[in-house]
């Protein structure tokens, strides 16, 4: 975005509405949209006229608008101001919830870490349409932090067992495919919101997190056998290279290139370890 001066709006590619955008000064006159608005300030100033208030976003805070809800735009300073926003459409969030009241959170500006979390998931990779699972998976995060930070308790049912093993199952079979939370649905029969929470309630994980951390397992497993990182993030699934490296960094805490030199001094380092010993 570098270089750019304000007032423009970049459309994200796939599925889900997703947008970046830059304004100065008045930005939008006052309106209102059908859909949840979910999205991140990421520098200067958003403010915001909002159910009889004028509210303010600073850098890495959240700005949640209801659906039908009229709000207008604009900087809140002398400044340029650049967002980030998903719009969710109200069906999708109750479907995952199932069938509960929508969430409602008052003040329109948040800074709580889960929905933060959340809501960074859906919109850090602004530049590439989200995997099937991973934005699937996002969507349900932004939900379920929608409803606690509402007030809501979070309560589920006990979890299916048999259908979540069912699930990993799937997975663990199909590592390189493409994976959807409706593949998930049939093969588990089980509904695909339920069968998420299910689980990350046994397993620990997400069946996103699930997928990726496999599909890590065998990148790792090919880097070793001295494949090349770029090769290796296509063959395992990856939507690139920088895709690759952010999740194999957010697992294991070093990048692939820096844990494969790390992997190999220690290995080489054993084996002289190894030898004087034997001297």
Request: charged share 20%.
């Amino acid at each position: 975005m570098a270089g750019r001066s304000a007032g423009w709006i970049l459309k994200a590619p796939g599925d889900i509405d997703r947008i970046e955008a830059c304004f100065a000064g008045a930005a939008f006159a006052p309106h209102r949209h059908d859909t949840y608005a979910v999205g991140v300030t990421l520098s200067g100033v958003q403010s915001f006229d909002y159910r009889g208030a004028t509210r303010r976003s600073l850098p890495g805070q959240l700005v949640i608008l209801h659906p039908d809800e009229t709000h207008d735009g604009r900087a809140g300073d002398d400044n340029a101001f650049r967002y980030r926003t998903a719009y969710i459409a109200p069906s999708l969030i109750q479907n995952i919830l199932g069938g509960r009241p929508l969430p409602f959170v008052p003040g329109g500006v948040s800074s709580d870490p889960r929905l933060c979390s959340a809501v960074w998931a859906l919109l850090e990779d602004i530049d590439r349409p989200l995997m099937a699972l991973e934005g699937q998976d996002a969507l349900l995060q932004v939900a379920n932090a929608l409803q606690l930070i509402s007030g809501g308790t979070g309560a589920m049912k006990a979890p299916n067992r048999q259908a979540a093993t069912r699930a990993r199952d799937y997975i663990e079979t199909r590592v390189m495919e493409s994976i959807s939370l409706d593949d998930l649905e049939r093969a588990a029969h089980h509904d695909r919101w339920q069968l998420s929470r299910d689980f990350r309630a046994l397993f620990g994980t997400s069946p996103y997190r699930y997928l990726m951390l496999r599909r890590l397992d065998e990148a790792r497993r090919m880097m070793l056998a001295g494949q090349a990182a770029a090769g290796v993030a296509v063959a395992c699934g990856f939507c690139d290279q920088s895709h690759f490296n952010r999740v194999f960094k957010s697992a294991f805490g070093l990048t692939p290139r820096a844990w494969l030199r790390a992997v190999a001094g220690a290995h080489d380092r054993s084996i002289s370890t190894a030898r004087s010993r034997a001297n």
